[in-house]
């Protein structure tokens, strides 16, 4: 097998596409809003909760400072993506929507999670357990876009 054929523009069955979703969600399994997962399970918490402050916050401050522009662009692409993958039916873009939706869906929620940690004033396990949720949600949301990539996947591939 060449690059050329993991390169090729059949998204769903080419190696490219399988590889970037596997790394994107074992990278979204060991840290949660910036935080890696084993550190909320262990025991010495001594620098934890200005950790989780501190990342919260970094979330809401980089949300809130987004330019207008940025926003539109990104809402932009990611209309035309799903328009050109799912209407017009070209799998690069279907691919490509599958892999960004995802991310901005976690971005949202990672955003809802921090501001409830940060206008709270909450202890730490509290935060821990918002934190072990938001996980959960990021786990639900990466099983959703798999198994719409395999069925997406299996209808290209019926179409051709």
């Not at 809003?33 to 200005?50: A, N």
């Not at 539109?72 to 279907?94: D, K, P, R, T």
Request: glycine share 8%; charged share 15%; hydrophobic share 55%.
């Amino acid at each position: 097998m060449s690059l050329f054929d993991l390169l090729s523009w059949d998204a769903f069955g080419s190696g490219w596409f399988w590889s970037l979703i596997v790394v994107q969600w074992v990278w979204h399994g060991v840290q949660v809003l910036g935080v890696p997962v084993d550190c909320l399970q262990s025991k010495d918490r001594g620098q934890l909760s200005k950790i989780v402050k501190w990342r919260a916050q970094r979330r809401l401050l980089a949300a809130r400072q987004a330019p207008l522009a940025i926003v539109a662009a990104i809402s932009f692409l990611v209309s035309v993506l799903f328009i050109l993958g799912f209407v017009y039916h070209i799998e690069l873009c279907a691919a490509a929507s599958l892999l960004i939706v995802p991310e901005l869906v976690i971005f949202r929620l990672g955003y809802r999670t921090a501001e409830t940690i940060s206008a709270k004033r909450q202890g730490l396990e509290t935060s821990i357990k918002d934190l072990k949720n938001l996980h959960l949600k990021i786990y639900a949301t990466g099983a959703t876009a798999i198994f719409f990539a395999g069925i997406f996947g299996y209808g290209f591939e019926a179409l051709t």
